[in-house]
């Protein structure tokens, strides 16, 4: 993760009120950098396809079903790496609780292609989300808010489950 990015997550972590909230982060191995650190002392679970630092549960968004158990669910820089990013926000769907808060942020099509280690994209797939397909993928959602900066080549949103 980039440090806008964590800055993005950290102004709307700042001031939240933490007391008994459960986190839920999808894709969170620890490439350089994680958020986590940003939500001390409530329920925090991370999950990626792959096991590493940052990693409490290995498993694929689209087969994980968390039954509406957590408050806010983070997905950072994951979306530009999955072939089909909107089963993430499906993901995030199925986890949240009605009124649950998600926070995505991701490389928008302006930032240079970039593998999931950070490095070279080799075989991978890589594609950044365009402000436009955020909004698709968000349809659903209420109060939504979508921020582009193609200077840096980023895209973040805020949405609420209904």
């Keep these: 993760m980039h440090r806008d990015a964590y800055d993005?997550?950290?102004?709307?972590?700042?001031?939240?009120?933490?007391?008994?909230?459960?986190?839920?982060?999808?894709?969170?191995?620890?490439?350089?950098g994680?958020?986590?650190?940003?939500?001390?002392?409530?329920?925090?679970?991370?999950i990626d396809r792959r096991p590493g630092l940052?990693?409490?549960?290995?498993?694929?968004?689209r087969e994980a079903d968390f039954d509406e158990a957590?408050?806010?669910?983070?997905?950072?820089?994951a979306l530009e790496h999955d072939p089909e990013p909107q089963q993430i926000v499906r993901c995030a769907w199925r986890a949240l609780r009605p009124?649950?808060?998600l926070l995505l942020t991701a490389a928008s099509p302006e930032?240079?292609?970039?593998?999931?280690?950070?490095?070279?994209?080799g075989t991978e797939h890589y594609a950044g989300i365009s402000p436009a397909a955020m909004r698709a993928m968000l349809q659903d959602?209420?109060?939504?808010?979508?921020?582009h900066h193609p200077e840096r080549g980023d895209v973040y949103a805020r949405a609420v489950r209904p």
């Excluded at 001031?15 to 986190?23: A, K, Q, R, Y």
């Excluded at 930032?111 to 994209?121: L, M, N």
Aim: glycine residues 14%; aromatic residues 10%.
């Design 141 to 147: 959602w209420q109060d939504v808010v979508i921020e």
């Design 99 to 101: 009124g649950g808060v």
């Design 34 to 46: 994680s958020v986590r650190s940003l939500f001390p002392g409530v329920r925090y679970m991370g």
């Design 111 to 121: 930032r240079a292609p970039h593998g999931c280690d950070g490095g070279f994209v």
């Design 8 to 32: 993005w997550v950290k102004a709307r972590a700042v001031g939240m009120d933490t007391t008994g909230l459960s986190v839920l982060e999808i894709g969170s191995y620890n490439v350089n």
């Design 70 to 77: 957590y408050d806010l669910v983070l997905s950072t820089e």
């Design 54 to 61: 940052g990693v409490d549960l290995v498993c694929d968004a």
